[in-house]
């Protein structure tokens, strides 16, 4: 065996290690493994002045020892691309997990690949239609762009994910890819029983690096998914629906590594690489000329923290943030989204339409009043509103249980079968709300329904 081919285990500080090389030390990103077992993986993330390498281990740290060989493979993260990982459960490094045999491809990449050039990306100014009629109408999604979904545990997140996944899939014959960071595995279980009994899964990679794993592992999942959805986009020309959950835990586990390497942490103690480690991830999920990547992505808010640092760095990235709210979900009304919270950079005629944008805005007028009239109503009672200001609290009332709607992917837990509803039906059921046609009706009667065609046949 070649010497500059071998080197030393020096140190080893639970996941980082620190390897010897008498000759050429080996570039960044480098795999090696250990020379008595090819199953340990050790990726080279640093330098120090001496003839050493600091590594990342993504196996157990506990095979290792002071002394132990191990070998250069002069090469990245290599992971299997195309067509036949549809339907597939693969881990980091593109290895199946779901019992199905081995994935044949003929072509592989590494995970480690540049962005786009700015000349290359192509921005799009189509509205993709998701059938969630709360987000179509507040939140609207840009094929191509960026949607963040924010909130603390147990708000429905993944819930909108799953739900995003089978309605482009069912109604628009799209194909997806999901990188799950850092979630529990029994989660996983339940997406992954529920895309197979809606017939989902085969149009869809799943890239996991779950709780259990080692923070290397976990840092470096959406970056396996991503190659996946850039071989997409770029050789075989499809648009891709990109999700990420959970985005903050790619965050953690970044830190969980700078601690371990023991550098100066910068702001509520997160690395100080912060800003680059998310630009370097988030800056290859773009459209090209070929096709696009349209990224939505779960941001767990720790202690519903808003203000935290990771969570900030993230916002920028993002054209639409849909914020899940544990006050809405208390209330029943799911998805759980805080309406007057959440935020979008695409209203405007140009790109709903004149009719969505003139609806939207009054929405928004009538319901930023309805918090404040909510305050009174809670301490005083409907009773004490003035007349004008009554019409105006009913009609949020009703606007809000409208917004309410079944989710294919938990007919299972509901017992009640799933609604996908246009964007313009939405738009013309608000107008009619907000217009005054359904005054005389009870709140009640607008919870959970797919269009107002639904309560105006029923009557009152």
Known sequence: MPEESTGTITGILEDVVEVLF?????SRHELLTLAEDNTVKLEVYGSTPQDRVTCLSYTDPSKLYRGAKVIRQFETITVPVGSALLGRI???????HDGKGEIKVKKSRSIYQNPPNFQSIVESREILETGIKIIDFFTPFLKGGKIGLLGGAGVGKT??????????TVFHK???????????????????????????LPNVTLVFGQMNERPAVRFRTGYTAATIAEYFRDEEGKDVLFFVDNAYRFIQAGNELSILMNTIPSEDGYQAT???????????LVSSGNGSITSVEAIYVPADDFSDAGVQTLLPYFD??????????????????????STSGLITPSLIGKRHYETYLESERILSRYQYLDRIVSIAGENELSGDDRVLYRRAKLLLNYMTQDFFMVTNQTGRPGKYVKRQDVVEDVADIIGGKLDGFGYEKLLYISTLKEVLKSGR
């Not at 008498?22 to 080996?26: E, N, S």
């Not at 819930?159 to 482009?168: A, D, K, Q, T």
């Not at 639409?320 to 919270?341: F, K, M, N, Y």
């Open 90 to 96: 693969v881990d980091v490094f593109g290895q199946p």
């Open 22 to 26: 008498a000759k050429d030390k080996p």
């Open 320 to 341: 639409s943030q849909v914020v899940l709210s544990r006050e809405v979900a208390e209330e029943g009304r799911r998805p759980a989204v805080d309406i007057t919270a």
């Open 174 to 200: 799209g194909i997806s890819v999901f990188a799950g960071i850092g979630e529990r595995i029994r989660e996983a279980h339940e997406m992954i029983e529920n895309l197979t009994e809606t017939n989902v």
């Open 274 to 284: 912060l800003s680059s480690d998310i630009g370097v991830f988030q800056e290859r």
């Open 159 to 168: 819930v909108i994910l799953s739900e995003f996944m089978h309605n482009i």
